[in-house]
């Protein structure tokens, strides 16, 4: 089984981002939601350099053009759009760019979940699917690994939802092409618990 892409989100520490960095993740998320504990100043953001990492900002409630200028400022690659943006929203700020969260829970059948993925997978470059209903994330959620363990998806897609030591073997079992790990690698919230985190990269390095 190939290793799948690993996100980590919700960075707010120097440290963190360097732990990260040298257990070889390949993307690092940036919230930018005020009311989030995670929440970081723009200016932490932009002064990261990744060199070959992508830095993605997680957007709830900013206008396109708010989101577009602050990618420019931080230089980074992708926008998580977490706020029910709707498809000319993920146009504006270009498919290519766009990481469309959708929380397969809220959804009455699999048929209107598969739906909205038809329907957003020309204009996003990539799925995120959460816990919960809709938010920032990093709520310490488990998602329900069945919804999406059976179903087909053409766009690549990462999988997110308290995933960590205790569940990387759920989370795996679905096959994901990305994993989305915040909360459930942490201390506090924005605080990464360094042993949690080399215990998720340890059982990769084993299955994968």
């Known amino acids: 089984m190939p290793r799948p892409l690993i996100k980590v989100c919700g960075m ?4 963190d981002v360097n732990l990260c960095m040298k257990l070889g993740v390949d993307l690092l998320g940036f919230i930018f939601h005020p009311s989030s504990p ?13 060199g070959k990492l992508t830095k993605v900002g997680v957007f709830v409630n900013q206008s396109a053009s708010e989101i577009i200028e602050i990618m420019d400022q931080c230089g980074l690659h992708a926008a998580q ?8 929203f993920c146009e504006t700020i270009g498919p290519d760019r766009v990481i469309k969260v959708l929380w397969p829970g809220t959804y009455a059948s699999e048929s209107s979940f598969l739906r909205d993925i038809e329907d957003y997978s020309e204009v996003c470059g990539h799925f995120l699917f959460d816990a919960g209903k809709t938010g920032h994330g990093g709520t310490g959620q488990s998602i329900d690994f069945d919804i999406i363990q059976h179903i087909e998806i053409q766009t690549p897609w990462f999988l997110a939802g308290g995933i960590g030591p205790h569940n990387i073997d759920a989370a795996m079992a679905t096959n994901p092409p990305g994993l989305d790990i915040n909360s ?13 985190l080399r ?10």
């Open 184 to 196: 459930g690698v942490e201390k506090t919230p924005g605080i990464k618990d360094e042993k949690k």
């Open 12 to 15: 707010t520490r120097m440290e």
């Open 38 to 50: 995670r929440n970081v100043a723009l200016d932490f953001a932009a002064s990261i350099k990744t």
């Open 81 to 88: 759009l977490h706020g029910g943006q709707d498809l000319a």
């Open 199 to 208: 215990e998720v990269f340890d059982h990769l390095a084993r299955v994968t």
